[in-house]
């Protein structure tokens, strides 16, 4: 028995050896060739960068977009390493000659006399004299920089002092921007198709240099919503840091992570959006025999274009709002009035419409001017600041819909109250303390103080109706709170005891502040955003939702919805319809009869709202309104802030600017006038 297992067991080993041998001769003899080629040749790739998404407006009109642009590129696959320097100055001084920029991010540049001088005091020269790169020490000078880089790249025997130079910080390019045989470096970005022509024709004497099609941001109009859309640029440090924590950085595994090199949205749209845009990237990948010689290339990963957005913005709203805000600031209405910002929404989802700050700025030349850019941080308007979302100002009489509504809910008051006699003061504390209003309204109910604004009304309300219950009632209406949408927004103040006293370090609440934030006075202050949702809850009936710019994304042919937005309820407020009802009765009767009739009582829609004025102590007012429309089926709601615009109709006016986009359509700002008057007309018949 042991013998038969001994037999079997020396069979088994005899037939595994057996096999074994069998497949190595035919890896040696009948493959050898093969697999011998196979370990003399590099396989490797080049990173194929998918095409960046558009942005569009709810009617797929394009926001941002993109264009074909000529690169001249260093390509590594096809360079000639033992001449590098004299092809890379040939091509330097070929583009010089043309007319065209190249990247030139070197911090040392001649003078005419051929001095050696820092051309900025910034990062870029701190890297230079680092430890990591030259190690020269902070007080680096430019001469002792110079002499280290020119030994860094053998570029002492270049020719002139200018063309060493140009050598030299073409090789400081490469390797800032990590050159290799996978990253191909631009040269120069955007050239003329005239250039291309003549590069084309000298390319065969610049190994390595290239001419390639690639895909830059465009921007139809770049004064329409720069604010919302924002830009694309270089990835910073924190922004790649974050993408190696998360792992979406770039491998061989991984091709579509982020590397040094990528560009980033760095704001607005283009940042909270990043990963929806980004497209993925693909791969080219090549070999090369032992010395170094392409034997193929071939696209084994296709790039895929990132997806398409689509806002709820409305390009001719948008429009519009720029060009009366523009006119209405432009008028210098006082003479410290220099910004405002106007928000429109959708009562029924929350979506954003318009979304217009002013001062505004021209994307395009943020992006491609740097002169325009130094202007615009040295403004001291803020061109930049995006007031719709960020700033808070003292909102006025807007805040009195909001009062009237907490203390009818709370039995305060009734639609038939007459608290006050108004003589054009407040007297329940006198002598000590009598606030006036800015008319003698006599004995008034709700709807006559909402509509001519009577302060004394006011007053008495919210000192009977208490600071409490109207901070509660401002939050559910999104007073003071964050209204949700995607993009970086501030969050205004609603006055109370507690948060006052340690903003006013030393200073008590007393009852008259209780009196002076019931008409949108003391520490009351909201973005306009903010003040746009508030008014969009009236409207409605009581839905507050939340607000959003993104309408759906698509694929980026526009041919397939990958994502559709819904709209968000964040809270129903619970008023009862009777108090929605009166006030807003109210509102209607402001725009009919009272302190907004000049410009809406005739106006081809019913129109609803609420005007506003509030003191700024050290400046003018604050010139405010809120409004929404139809009356009796609201579809839009808005609000408009001018600062510091004083107590004219400038704030109406922008409101009705939108609201004729709106229902009649856009026309341009010099037949607006007879144009709009002929829609309403029309409207009216």
Not at 408 to 435: F, M, N, Q, R, S
Request: proline share 4%; aromatic share 10%; with cysteine.
């Amino acid at each position: 028995m042991k013998k038969g297992r001994s037999v079997f067991c020396i069979i088994l080993l005899v037939l595994i050896f057996f096999v074994y041998i069998c497949r190595l001769g035919e890896w040696q003899l009948a493959e050898g060739e093969t697999y011998a080629r196979e370990a003399k040749v590099s396989t490797s790739y080049v990173k194929l960068t998918g095409t960046r998404g558009e942005i569009l407006d709810r009617n797929g009109n394009v926001l941002v977009g993109n264009r074909s642009v000529y690169n001249v590129v260093y390509n590594k696959l096809n360079w000639d390493a033992d001449n590098r320097n004299s092809d890379l100055l040939e091509a330097v001084l070929l583009l010089e000659a043309l007319g065209e920029e190249w990247v030139d991010m070197l911090p040392i540049k001649l003078t005419q006399a051929g001095d050696l001088y820092f051309s900025e005091l910034g990062k870029e020269l701190d890297f230079m004299r680092s430890e990591e790169f030259l190690d020269v020490g902070e007080k680096g000078t430019p001469d002792q920089c110079m002499e280290k880089l020119i030994r860094r790249y053998g570029a002492d025997d270049m020719g002139t002092a200018a063309d060493i130079r140009r050598t030299v910080s073409a090789r400081y390019n490469l390797e800032r921007n990590y050159f290799s045989r996978t990253n191909p470096c631009v040269l120069a970005e955007d050239i003329s198709i005239e250039a291309v022509k003549v590069l084309s024709e000298r390319l065969s004497s610049m190994p390595g240099v290239e001419i390639r099609v690639e895909q830059v941001r465009e921007y139809p109009d770049g004064t329409l919503a720069p604010h919302v859309l924002g830009t694309v640029g270089a990835i910073s440090a924190e922004q790649y840091a974050a993408q190696k924590e998360a792992g979406n950085v770039y491998s061989a595994s991984n091709v579509s992570g982020y590397s040094y090199t990528d560009v980033y949205g760095q704001f607005g749209v283009e940042n909270v959006f990043e990963s929806v845009l980004r497209g993925e990237n693909g791969k080219e990948s090549f070999e090369t025999d032992p010395t170094g010689a392409v034997l193929s290339v071939n696209v084994t990963e296709e790039p895929k274009a990132g997806g398409t957005v689509w806002l709820t913005l409305d390009a001719d709203l948008q429009r519009a709002a720029n060009e009366a805000l523009a006119e209405a600031i432009g008028s210098e209405p006082t003479e410290d009035c220099t910004a405002g910002a106007a928000v429109a929404l959708d009562v029924h989802t929350g979506g954003v419409l318009a979304c217009v700050s002013y001062p505004n700025y021209d994307l395009k030349a943020y992006t491609e001017d740097s002169e325009y850019l130094l202007s615009l941080y040295a403004d001291e308007t803020r061109p930049l600041f995006n007031r719709a979302l960020n700033g808070i100002f003292t909102p006025g009489s807007v805040f009195k819909p909001l009062v009237a509504i907490a203390a009818l809910e709370e039995g305060v008051i009734a639609e038939d109250t007459k608290p006050v006699d108004c003589d054009g003061a407040y007297h329940y504390y006198a002598p000590d303390y009598e606030p006036v209003c800015l008319g003698e309204h006599g004995s008034v109910d709700v709807f006559g103080a909402l509509s001519r604004s009577c302060n004394s009304y006011f007053f008495d309300t919210g000192r009977m109706l208490g600071i409490v219950p109207m901070r509660a009632y401002a939050e559910a209406f999104a007073l003071g709170e964050k209204t949700g949408c995607e993009l970086p927004e501030s969050v205004g103040i609603m006055s109370y005891p507690a948060e006052y006293e340690k903003r006013h370090e030393g200073e008590k609440w007393f009852d008259g502040l209780t009196i002076q934030s019931a008409i949108g006075q003391c520490d009351d202050m909201f973005t306009p955003i903010e003040l746009a949702s508030y008014c969009s809850v009236i409207a409605n009936g009581g839905t507050r939702y939340k607000t959003h710019f993104l309408e759906k994304v698509t694929d980026y042919d526009r041919a397939e919805t990958v994502l559709a937005a819904e709209p968000e309820v964040i809270m129903e407020t619970g008023v009862s319809e009777n108090s929605f009802r009166i006030v807003q009765e109210g509102m209607r009767k402001v725009c009919t009869e009272g302190t907004a009739a000049s410009v809406f009582a005739d106006f081809g829609i019913a129109v609803a709202g609420k005007t506003g004025t509030a003191e700024t102590y050290e400046h003018s007012d604050n010139l405010t309104f809120i409004g929404y429309a139809p009356y009796e089926n609201p579809e839009i709601a808005l609000a408009v802030v001018i600062e510091y615009g004083g107590n004219g109709n400038e704030a109406k006016e922008v409101a009705k600017a939108i609201f004729e986009t709106y229902f009649f359509g856009y026309t341009p700002p010099e037949n607006n006038d007879k144009i709009n008057s002929d829609k309403n007309e029309a409207a009216e018949e």
